[in-house]
């Protein structure tokens, strides 16, 4: 695949000592969905700020297609840009609103009027052309500001939590919808969000970012299934994690001591010393519950019947919040608040990760 944009030891500061982001370097290929995800001042919304132009890096470069972006302005690098607060103008209609990215672009009317035409029908807004956005819903003037940002046919489209103000149903709704867009065009889209299952549903990588930095970016299912820090595996999802001592190890298999003295077994993450503190991770759907037999026994403390599935809180290692998530089909009716039973995974479903702080 063609590389579109290349971040190159990227680094930025507001107040010259405190950095930012810190040396960031990413390539994004051309018709890829990448997602940029993070807790509040992780630097997401920075490093996408400085791709639109808005913000300029204080060291390193930006490629677009192997040019530098640093020289050009905003509204001359192509890029369509969406936004949590959608930044329609009230005092036009939805025609009027995404005729004017057209206009700074210089493009005569007659091509203008079909541009709009075409990028109405994509978002299936047609027939609401002549109205202003104060008459509209909040997933309608978010079609909107979608369509805008399509309408010159950028390269590039950027989009900054731009579904954070529709409610859940909604939300769900525009998700497909933009994923779909995404396909039907060949669009390359970074997209800035916190919530994490809406950067697990759409993007084709996710870039965990931390403290300035790329924690991790893999797909989606890797990024879940196989963190390669203890704060990815906290941060996407629901975790169990267990701090505790390699005491032995087998290729790529440790011997886990845990908080109470329990030893279990996990996959080494970039850990190879008999000694070395970890915290183990498990996620709480692969674990599994019987009367005996298990690695580490546990006491129920209590359960949430869910329809689908199970919520069980356990006392086990040491942690008075083990979570586990059961099928309702393997629930065992006679187990009760107080029940004794042990808890056990496959190996690949434990990773040993890097002490949490």
Request: hydrophobic share 40%; aromatic share 6%; net charge neutral.
């Amino acid at each position: 695949m063609t590389c579109l944009v290349s971040f190159k030891k990227i680094q930025k500061t507001y107040d010259g000592e405190k950095l930012v982001v810190k040396d960031l370097n990413l390539d994004i290929a051309e018709g890829e969905f990448v997602t940029l995800l993070g807790p509040s001042g992780s630097g997401k919304t920075t490093s996408l700020m400085m791709l639109a132009g808005f913000e300029r890096p204080t060291q390193g470069e930006i490629l677009l297609k192997n040019q530098p972006l640093h020289t050009q302005p905003p509204h001359k690098r192509n890029i369509g840009m969406v936004f949590q607060n959608y930044a329609l103008f009230p005092h036009m209609t939805v025609e009027q609103n995404l005729a004017f990215p057209l206009s700074v672009r210089k493009i005569n009317q007659v091509d203008a009027a079909l541009k709009v035409k075409r990028a109405l029908e994509m978002v299936k807004l047609q027939d609401l052309a002549k109205r202003y956005p104060a008459q509209m819903s909040g997933g309608q003037q978010q079609r909107v500001a979608l369509a805008r940002a399509l309408v010159f046919q950028p390269k590039l489209v950027l989009m900054d939590e731009p579904l954070g103000a529709l409610d859940k149903q909604l939300r769900e709704h525009m998700q497909l919808e933009i994923k779909h867009l995404h396909k039907e065009l060949g669009l390359t889209v970074v997209y800035v969000t916190h919530d994490q299952s809406e950067a697990l549903t759409m993007s084709d990588r996710v870039a965990v970012f931390n403290d300035g930095m790329i924690q991790q970016i893999d797909s989606p299912a890797t990024i879940y299934e196989a963190p390669n820090k203890s704060f990815v595996a906290r941060f996407i999802g629901e975790n169990n994690a267990i701090p505790g001592v390699i005491t032995k190890i087998d290729g790529a298999i440790g011997e886990i001591q845990l908080a109470d003295g329990t030893k279990a077994h996990a996959q080494l993450v970039d850990l190879n010393q008999v000694g070395d503190k970890v915290s183990m991770c498990i996620r709480p759907e692969r674990i599994k519950v019987a009367d005996s037999g298990g690695q580490i026994p546990a006491r129920i403390r209590e359960y949430i019947y869910l329809g689908d599935h199970v919520r069980m809180i356990t006392e086990a290692a040491g942690n008075k919040d083990f979570m586990v998530k059961l099928p309702i089909s393997q629930m065992n009716p006679a187990w009760a608040s107080g029940s004794l039973v042990t808890l056990d995974w496959d190996i690949e479903h434990a990773r040993a990760l890097d002490p949490v702080q």
